[in-house]
Every structure is written in C-alpha cells, then in structure tokens.
C-alpha cells in the first residue's frame, strides 16, 4: 500500500530555512497524474494548505506563503520535498506531505504521519 | 480565499447517537467538500468528496450531503472508534482550505 513518510529537523532557528522530505513508498511518484501537497496544522491555524507540486511539474502555494515556499519533487529517489526560508515562530507546526494520484489535486487521500517542527533559538 | 465555517465547535454524544456538523463556505464552491476524521497524534483521514461519496473502506454510517456553500456530514450511529475532530475542505478553488473543525466526544 502507498506509504508516505516525512524527514527533516525538527528544530529551526528564526530566520533559517526549514526543510523537509517526503519519501513515498508502494507507488512510483510518476506512475500517474500525481498531486503531492505539503499541509501544516497548529493550534493558531488549524489545518494549512502550502502548497503542491503535481504531474505537470508545475507548483501551486498559498498565496499567504508563496514568497517564502518551494516543493520540488525528485522522481528518480521517489521523494518530494519543501523549503520555506525566512521562518519565524509562527511557522511552528506539525507538517505533513500529501498526495493522490489520477485525482482532484485537493483530495488528500494518502498522508505522512507528520513531522513536528518547532522554530526557536 | 475561500472560508470554511463549522458548526458546532465540539458537541458531547453517546454511542449510538445520530450525529451531525455542518459546514459553510464563503463562496459557491459546487460540490468540492472533503470531509476528514483525525484522531490525536494522528493526520487526517479522508471520509468523503465530492461532498457525498464515501472514500473506499469507510463505513457506510458516515455520508454526507449537500453543494454550493451548505454542506452536511453525518454519522447515522456513532461507535466507539468515531469520537474525534471531524475537518471539512473545499477544493473548488485555489487555495485549498479547511474549516476549524468540530471535535466529538463523550457525553
């Protein structure tokens, strides 16, 4: 069965680059149309679309965090990661990777099991 | 952006109770509504989309109803494994966003 699982530090120090890994498991990435979206939950916040990156190579962000954000995808090692630069305590979340394959690019049917992170000196 | 609004906020049932929560969007956004079940420490699990199908493996006492900027999620009997926060989600347009969420517990 598809598996994701994110990587990444989970301490970032204010205004450094927070950056994160899924690694996709039980599925090619590129096996069909993908949809691969970074989502971020804190109590302030609730639950935070950033942003996906899907199978035409082509990334959409939150407007909200568009200056800051980058997913990228790596098919060859079947990940795709984030960065958000510039970070300060708001960005303290619980990030998770989601995806889908040959679906709406908002149905979140496969997630990771989160990676807290926590932006402090 | 388009905004989500839950009501209620938290609600207490028993086991066996008819639950429902609805959800309100800010603008006509069709039929695009997910609903989600998440259980603490855990993320998010798809329930529903297209405001009314049941994702594959979900049991048929969760549904959900509605379109435009109205929606409804029921569970017509709750169990025991069902007391949790319940999200929904629109997708009609960019960015996707979720509402506040409505946890279930205990009465």
């Known amino acids: 069965q598809v598996q994701l699982q994110e990587s990444g530090p989970g301490l970032v120090k204010p205004s450094q680059t927070l950056s994160l890994t899924c690694t996709v498991s039980?599925?090619?990435?590129?096996?069909?149309?993908?949809?691969l979206s970074w989502i971020r939950q804190n109590p302030e916040k609730g639950l935070e679309w950033i942003g996906y990156?899907?199978?035409?190579?082509?990334?959409d962000y939150n407007p909200s965090l568009q200056s800051r954000t980058a997913i990228s995808v790596d098919t060859s090692k079947n990940q795709f990661s984030l960065k958000l630069t510039s970070v300060t305590a708001a960005d303290t979340a619980v990030y998770y990777c989601?995806?889908?394959?040959?679906?709406?690019?908002?149905?979140?049917?496969?997630w990771g099991q989160g990676a807290p992170v926590t932006v402090s000196s | 952006d388009t905004q989500m609004t839950q009501s209620p906020s938290s609600l207490s049932a028993s086991v066996g109770d008819r639950v429902t929560i609805t959800c309100q969007a800010s603008q006509d956004i069709y039929i695009y509504v997910s609903w989600f079940q998440q259980k603490p420490g855990k993320a998010p699990k798809l329930l529903i989309y297209?405001?009314?199908n049941l994702e594959r493996g979900v049991p048929a006492r969760f549904s959900g109803s509605g379109s435009g900027t109205d929606f409804r999620f029921t569970i017509s009997s709750l169990q025991p494994e069902d007391f949790a926060t319940y999200y929904c989600?629109?997708?009609?347009?960019?960015?996707?966003?979720f509402g506040p969420g409505t946890q279930v517990d205990f009465k």
């Open positions: 990156i899907y199978y035409t190579g082509r990334a």
């Open positions: 989600q629109q997708y009609d347009n960019l960015p996707f966003t």
């Open positions: 989601a995806g889908n394959w040959n679906r709406h690019g908002g149905n979140f049917d496969y």
């Open positions: 039980g599925r090619s990435i590129s096996s069909g149309d993908y949809y």
């Open positions: 297209d405001a009314s």
